[in-house]
């Protein structure tokens, strides 16, 4: 249970770092670099910590070249960020450093500008890296500075930052196997979609599934048992339960109730008709400014029969 780095801001600015990093190319004149990394590098929210990206933009805005030579635009750098930049990374540990280094900069010029979750998602990237690297020493001779960036991007991906509160007071975020052998007065259970509750289990095996299921091998039937009871046990001492689902059609979910949700509602209520059932539902609709009509009449694709609709 945690926050998932996976497709964060972090895993991209990590990504387009590493991938500058093993495209640099280093001459007698100086440090050449790749427009095409410089600027996904240059367009990660965290690179603003330690550049001057107007000035950048408007440099790269005249670069009609694939590469272009890193001193035009020193004064833009951070000074340590810079000098990582003018290094050469030809072995896994220099390429590694070079990421540490590149978070560790980020970290200390970011206190007062990013928020505390977006500094810890920093710092527990940094240590997982730490880590790695000291398990990594004994094959560092073997692998590439490009291996090297591939399996720090399959690890950040992976890793997921742990919540963290005060077990007596305040708001507990908790997956349902923290919840075990714990009571609560309220809970609020989240993504009560088919799918989601229970989670869609696939098992990667050789072994078909009536094998499986003959010699009593674990199966999906298995995993949904083993969330019903974590399931109907949470809420057995709690006086106030909120199930949320989601019922629009999505490619994240199909809007379908869970299957717990709906045995709630037709068995339950009949077995206990002590307890009480309330159906809620929240519409959002996305705040939408509208372009005046003027405007949209000057437009080349402008049509008298969207005006109507439009209105």
């Known amino acids: 249970m945690g926050y998932p780095l996976k497709n964060s801001f972090v895993d991209s600015m990590l990504d387009a770092f590493s991938q500058l990093l093993l495209h640099l190319q280093h001459h007698k004149g100086g440090v050449m670099v790749s427009k095409f990394y410089f600027v996904q590098f240059v367009n990660q929210p965290a690179s603003a910590l330690l550049l001057n990206v107007e000035d950048i933009n408007n440099y790269l805005a005249n670069v009609s070249h694939g590469y272009f030579r890193l001193k035009n635009i020193e004064t833009s750098f951070h000074a340590e960020l810079f000098s990582l930049f003018e290094k050469e990374y030809k072995t896994a540990d220099e390429i590694i450093d070079g990421i540490i280094c590149i978070i560790q900069l980020i970290i200390d010029n970011g206190e007062n500008k990013l928020s505390p979750l977006e500094l810890d998602m920093f710092a527990f990237s940094q240590s997982k890296i730490i880590e790695s690297k000291k398990s990594l020493q004994q094959y560092s001779q073997m692998l590439q500075p490009a291996d090297v960036v591939f399996l720090v991007k399959q690890m950040i991906q992976n890793l997921r930052i742990p919540f963290e509160g005060e077990a007596s007071t305040g708001l507990q975020i908790m997956g349902f196997l923290e919840t075990r052998n714990l009571d609560f007065d309220n809970l609020i259970i989240l993504s009560m979609n088919e799918g989601f509750m229970p989670p869609a289990t696939t098992l990667k095996s050789y072994i078909p599934f009536s094998l499986r299921k003959a010699f009593k091998l674990p199966v ?28 629009e059609i999505s490619k994240t ?6 299957r717990f949700l709906l045995q709630l509602e037709l068995e339950m209520s009949k077995r206990l008709p002590n307890i009480k059932f309330e159906n809620k539902t929240s519409i959002i609709l996305p705040q939408v400014e509208k372009t005046p009509l003027l405007d949209v009449q000057k437009h080349r694709h402008y049509n008298k029969i969207a005006q109507k609709i439009y209105r």
């Open 220 to 247: 999906h039937e298995h995993n949904d048992s083993i969330n019903a009871y974590h399931f109907y046990r949470l809420m057995q001492r709690a006086s106030q339960v909120e199930l949320i689902y989601d019922n």
């Open 253 to 258: 979910g199909s809007g379908e109730k869970s």
